[in-house]
């Protein structure tokens, strides 16, 4: 309660903005960066969440794993440690402490997720004159914005009105063309009469100060991806699949991609998309016009340390990786000799082996999960699309994440390093492994696992 006042004091008040940073600030239409869409926003003026220093990753909401043929519940035996498929996703994490009703949530949501409802005027959902449960609207005292407690970013709400903020309205991504892309038909001409552009809507927000604030802009990659819910099939309406959490984001027309800020490098005149059908990431061309939901707050990037002993850090999440994939050697500072191919179930099991052989004096290794893998994406660069001096001889190829594809039972996520995609691979695939630990404060013992056991 007291987080969730000091919330509603930061954000109807102003009270914790930065110094010289005014609560409505004008709207700003200047051209961005080439590569970017908007100026980097202020700090976003509410509490931090209580994350150790860290910007946390969000959990990916899968709570069920795969036993090589349907999906389980991960109580079962054969997915504990000792397990044919063992330490997957569910067992680590938010997800996991939310399932064994361990988990502290400021607000709620499904899964490890934590959100707070906002009224359009800035107040908290009951607070001051904001209601407990604000119905979704323009209003002043109806919901118009979803704080996420974990990350610290608030996230616009879509609304069912034909207005400026339509659900199913669709934007061509702004570029520095000569000529304005776009038309005023995709939007419903909601722009002043200007083209149904990201840049002309991210201005219009602006100018309406949405949630008492006028830094909105749209977000990356990596925080787009952060509120997909991997796990989200039970979170369908009226039948529909949608991997994102339909009670604090309602009104999100699933099958269709949310606009980056980031340009696709690996093909011209293109930007990275979110798919919230299935969560996958990809790149579309800037003149396709698609969905968009702004963001608002503090923009986290990795900063890798390398520790010298063949770990890398990072800084912006608390992850420490392997610097060279399995299969390789450390050596030297580098990596030498090609990383291996492995099936799903190798995959996991080389993280077992690396625990038994107290790889680097720990016993925590496992296969990161999709969330933690996307963290290590480098927009800006492809084949491969990481960080090559954290970590070199990357293979531009397919990496195994521990996280069960929801839409297809059979599948698992991985994301290709050469252009940074993701996709779902049946598990007897051969992909690489590169393995990571810490992060996640939480694992499910393998005692509840064997409550149902073999």
């Given at each position: 309660?007291?987080?969730?006042v000091l919330?509603a ?22 051209a ?15 509490a ?11 959990d ?37 402490a ?16 934590d ?5 359009n ?13 604000p ?13 996420d407690?974990?990350?610290g970013?608030?996230w616009e ?7 400026l ?13 000569p ?80 606009w980056?800020?980031?340009?696709y490098?690996?093909k011209?005149?293109?930007a990275?998309g979110?798919?919230f059908?299935?969560?996958r ?9 698609n ?7 503090r923009?986290v990037v ?11 850090g ?30 799903w ?8 082996r690396a625990?038994?052989?107290k ?6 290794w496992r ?5 933690e893998?996307e ?10 699309a990481?960080?090559?001096?954290a970590?070199?001889?990357?293979a ?16 698992v ?19 690489r492994?590169?393995?990571?630990r ?5 694992e499910?013992?393998d005692s ?7």
């Amino acid at each position: 309660m007291k987080k969730i006042v000091l919330l509603a004091l930061c954000l109807f008040f102003g009270a914790c903005s930065e110094p010289g940073e005014e609560s409505l600030p004008a709207a700003s239409e200047a051209a961005p960066p080439p590569a970017r869409q908007e100026e980097p926003a202020a700090a976003l003026p509410v509490a931090a969440p209580d994350n150790g220093g860290f910007a946390l990753l969000n959990d990916t909401g899968q709570t069920r794993c795969f036993d090589g043929q349907d999906w389980i519940a991960c109580k079962a035996g054969n997915v504990s440690r000792a397990g044919r498929y063992p330490r997957q996703d569910a067992h680590f994490g938010q997800d996991a402490a939310a399932l064994a009703g361990v988990l502290k949530k400021t607000g709620a949501g499904s899964a490890g997720f934590d959100f707070t409802k906002v009224c359009n005027n800035g107040v908290v959902a009951g607070t001051l004159d904001c209601p407990a449960e604000p119905q979704p609207g323009m209003g002043v005292n109806q919901w118009g914005c979803t704080i996420d407690n974990g990350t610290g970013l608030m996230w616009e709400l879509k609304v069912s009105d034909r207005g400026l903020r339509d659900k199913n309205h669709q934007y061509v991504w702004h570029s520095d063309a000569p000529e304005e892309p776009g038309t005023r038909e995709t939007c419903a001409n909601t722009l002043g009469g200007k083209n149904c552009t990201t840049r002309n809507y991210v201005a219009a927000v602006n100018r309406q100060g949405l949630c008492g604030h006028r830094d909105w802009r749209l977000p990356s990659r990596h925080e787009l991806t952060g509120i997909v819910h991997y796990g989200g099939a039970e979170l369908a309406v009226t039948g529909e699949l949608a991997s994102i959490d339909a009670q604090y984001f309602p009104n999100t027309p699933s099958n269709y991609y949310y606009w980056t800020r980031d340009s696709y490098v690996a093909k011209p005149y293109s930007a990275w998309g979110v798919n919230f059908r299935e969560g996958r990431a990809n790149g579309y061309f800037t003149f396709d016009a698609n969905h968009v939901r702004l963001v608002r707050g503090r923009q986290v990037v990795a900063k890798f340390t390398d520790h010298g002993d063949g770990t890398v850090g990072d800084a912006s999440n608390g992850l420490v990786w392997m610097k060279c994939s399995i299969g390789q050697t450390y050596e030297g500072g580098g990596c030498r000799g090609k990383a291996g191919a492995y099936t799903w179930q190798q995959a996991l099991a080389a993280a077992t082996r690396a625990n038994s052989a107290k790889t680097n004096d720990r016993a925590d290794w496992r296969l990161p999960n999709v969330k933690e893998l996307e963290s290590l994406v480098q927009v800006e660069k492809s084949n491969p699309a990481i960080d090559t001096g954290a970590f070199p001889n990357t293979a531009p190829d397919h990496y195994w994440s521990s996280t069960p594809f929801v839409s297809s039972p059979i599948n698992v996520w991985s994301i290709n390093f050469l252009d940074g995609i993701s996709y779902g691979q049946v598990p007897t695939d051969y992909s690489r492994v590169r393995l990571v630990r810490s992060g996640q404060s939480f694992e499910a013992p393998d005692s509840r696992d064997q409550e149902e056991g073999q």
